[in-house]
């Protein structure tokens, strides 16, 4: 019986992982890529699996045993996993706009509900599987059998974790449902033979659920079209493709071919005014543009458009492969011949390691012209080619009078807050780096920096005619039309009255926090008018109120309440695991670039520190005391400041694309992990000192739950972004600090 509940837990680890990572990269294409929502998915997760845990820990005894709940719910969790997929991607329902973005708090609470079926079985089996433990086992205490669970569980998390890393990340979604529903069942026949259940309707239903996930295996692949289909409302789905850096795909509406990552518009395969606009502008700014960066998409006209100007070579860098071989498949010939012009070079690289190389195998010199061709920086990933440092890294490789060129989405006539606060942010990091930034404002707001003189009209109109450009719209009036109309002061103006806008750097993404107030205000005015005004807050404050909350909470502490800081100190740990997982999961997509390969495996590092804390914390139970959270809480706090500490240095010496730099994360996350981990079976063992009511063994457990929840939602949807990766980890360490004194302060008065 043990042995078959101990593959229960592992099994029930393993599975969860996997329909967590698959679930949450699911709904990363809803949002359209945005790292920030990961925080919105993990928050809903956490707290279905919360309210779970407490219904578990309230299942009634007697006839029906513990273990038979187990293996019904192995049942449902199989059963329940490929029907999330199909919700999630029913978000997005046929019938809508072509091309519309989406509302986000629909899309978010549509989020919360397609996950909670799913999540609720997976809380209850937990408590559950404790519960069958100990009446298995009657000489192990309520806690211990808690603390068992929790370390197998996240064993099972650790396997999972590195499972979907190394052999499920591109697999159909579909496969890996009925793969992780395989799993289920087979830790359920394990439990029916080893109590045994005699329950004919158990059996029955999960030889159905068998039968079912037979049947899905050779239908995976038209699920999978069918229900990605469902992702572009309003067009028709081409070609869609799972890559280690996101999911692709082409679609069309009528003869226009639209290209997609992550659920993310990137363009289309012909807009020559865009591309027009964004190329010659800036190499008209040069006299004589002969080496040229291109960073992005160069499928939608882009490269045509730069080899228009005779330039001696132009690299092309773009991250994932797969992206020119769909260019190739779906482009017109006019757009190949761009790409197979032996002039361009395209390099597949990250664009920031690329600048950063200084090897001249890899960059034969400085440029003249740097063309940044990215969609707006909504997401951590896109913000790299907003920020301070990397606009040092282009300034680094510019030739003298080298101009760098971006263009972020706009409405000139009526210059909405967040627009404003995002045109004024980047305006200011740019002035901060280069010595002359124009801008162009129209529906898009082109940026010209450099670090010669600001080009005039004169000089753009003169280099017109003897480059003998043949073009559609950027012609000589509309060159005078762009440079000198009154947009111009009126851009100049609201970017003024924003002249304390902070900084958009890689460690505080604030762009990122404008462009989804933009997204909200589209939709909800007053609540993005609230949003908006978070950048106001500044961490220190925030600090210093959770020092004060925990010195008076210590001064009117009474002996008789010690025993409750086992689920309070729990909630603020798992708080900081969240937080500082979030934290190093946005650094890692900043620093190295490509988060959505290395997801479940940093997921699994945390699991693996949990795993690693709890059985080092399940040993030394015996002597749980109020002191021993005071230092786990110092743990935490060092933790988190030696990794805010690490964040910051990458951050000054350009360090993130240094191979050791992956495994440091890795290490990090281990260590957040084991303090929670660790905490979890002391804070057990003094929240149920010696009860044996079965109904409180879901305590400590549903407030590690809800204290992840709250970071989840207060940490990735508004401390990230609006504080930076430096100040929220160093505000982790302030509450841990005041946690530490808290308990101390409960010590002296028991």
Not at 223 to 251: C, D, H, K
Not at 302 to 324: F, Q
Not at 705 to 723: D, F, H, M, N, Q
Request: aromatic letters at 8%.
């Amino acid at each position: 019986m043990r042995k078959a509940l101990a593959f229960s837990f592992v099994a029930l680890g393993v599975a969860a992982l996997v329909a967590q990572v698959s679930l949450l990269r699911e709904w990363l294409a809803v949002f359209g890529g945005n790292e920030f929502f990961i925080g919105w998915t993990l928050f809903a997760w956490l707290s279905w699996v919360a309210l779970g845990a407490l219904a578990g820990g309230r299942w009634p005894g007697g006839a029906r045993p513990p273990a038979a709940a187990v293996a019904a719910g192995h049942g449902l969790a199989a059963l329940l996993f490929p029907a999330a997929l199909v919700l999630v991607r029913a978000s997005r329902a046929p019938g809508g706009v072509a091309g519309a973005i989406p509302d986000p708090v629909p899309a978010m609470f549509q989020a919360a509900l397609a996950l909670a079926p799913l999540c609720l079985v997976l809380g209850a089996q937990f408590v559950l599987g404790a519960r069958a433990w100990r009446e298995a086992d009657a000489p192990d205490g309520l806690e211990r059998a808690v603390g068992r669970a929790y370390v197998l569980e996240t064993a099972g998390f650790v396997a999972g974790g590195i499972l979907f890393s190394f052999l499920l990340a591109t697999r159909n979604s579909f496969h890996v449902a009925a793969l992780a529903g395989s799993l289920h069942l087979l830790a359920a026949g394990f439990l029916c033979a080893a109590v045994p259940l005699r329950s004919r309707r158990l059996r029955g239903g999960l030889l159905a659920v068998a039968a079912g996930l037979l049947a899905l295996w050779p239908l995976a692949g038209r699920f999978e079209r069918a229900t990605s289909a469902w992702r572009f409302p309003g067009q028709v789905l081409v070609e869609s493709r799972a890559s280690i850096y996101g999911r692709l795909a082409v679609t069309t509406v009528g003869a226009q071919v639209n290209f997609h990552e992550n659920g993310a518009f990137l363009g289309t395969a012909e807009d020559r005014q865009a591309s027009e606009t964004l190329v010659h502008f800036p190499m008209l700014a040069h006299p004589d543009p002969r080496r040229v960066l291109l960073i992005g998409a160069g499928f939608n006209g882009a490269l045509r458009e730069i080899l228009k100007h005779h330039p001696a070579r132009v690299d092309h860098v773009e991250l994932d492969p797969l992206w020119t071989d769909l260019a190739r498949r779906h482009l017109a010939p006019g757009l190949r011949a761009a790409l197979d012009d032996p002039r361009v070079r395209t390099v597949f690289a990250d664009a920031r390691a690329f600048l950063r190389s200084g090897s001249e195998a890899d960059s034969p010199g400085p440029y003249d012209v740097v063309i940044v061709n990215l969609p707006d920086p909504a997401t951590a990933l896109l913000n790299r080619y907003y920020s301070l440092e990397f606009f040092r890294d282009v300034r680094r490789r510019l030739a003298p009078g080298g101009v760098l060129a971006l263009r972020l989405g706009f409405s000139p006539d009526q210059v909405a807050p967040a627009l404003a606060d995002l045109g004024a942010s980047i305006d200011r990091t740019l002035r901060a780096v280069f010595a002359s930034v124009v801008f162009l404002p129209e529906y898009e707001i082109l940026f010209l920096a450099s670090d010669g003189p600001a080009p005039t009209t004169a000089d753009l109109v003169a280099r017109h005619g003897p480059r003998r450009l043949c073009v559609d719209f950027v012609i000589p009036p509309y060159v005078a039309y762009r440079l000198g109309t009154d947009r111009v002061g009126q851009v100049r103006a609201a970017f003024a009255a924003r002249a304390d806008a902070p900084l958009n750097r890689d460690v505080r993404p604030i762009a990122c926090h404008y462009v989804l107030v933009h997204w909200l205000d589209a939709f909800h005015p007053r609540l993005a008018a609230f949003a908006g005004r978070a950048d106001r807050v500044r961490w220190p404050a925030a600090a210093a109120v959770v020092l004060v909350w925990a010195a008076l909470a210590g001064a009117t502490a009474r002996p008789r309440a010690a025993h409750r800081l086992g689920a309070g100190a729990m909630a603020v740990a798992s708080f900081t695991l969240m937080g500082g997982e979030l934290a190093l999961l946005l650094a890692f997509q900043i620093f190295r670039g490509y988060l959505y390969r290395q997801l479940a495996l940093l997921f699994a590092a945390v699991m693996l520190g949990m795993a690693l804390g709890a059985a080092a914390g399940a040993r030394r139970s015996g002597r749980a005391r109020p002191g021993a959270l005071a230092g786990l809480h110092l743990l935490a706090a060092a933790t988190a400041a030696g990794s805010a500490a690490f964040v910051e240095r990458l951050a000054a010496g350009g360090l993130g694309a240094a191979p050791w730099t992956e495994a440091v994360f890795l290490l990090l996350a281990v260590a957040i992990g084991g303090v929670a981990g660790g905490e979890f079976p002391v804070a057990n063992r003094i929240q149920l000192a010696g009860a044996a009511d079965p109904r409180r063994a879901g305590i400590v457990y549903a407030a590690d739950l809800a204290g992840s929840c709250a970071a989840a939602l207060g940490i990735g949807l508004w401390a990230l972004p609006v504080l930076g990766l430096g100040a929220t980890l160093g505000w982790l360490a302030a509450l841990n600090v005041g946690v530490a004194l808290l308990c101390l302060r409960r010590r002296a008065a028991a």
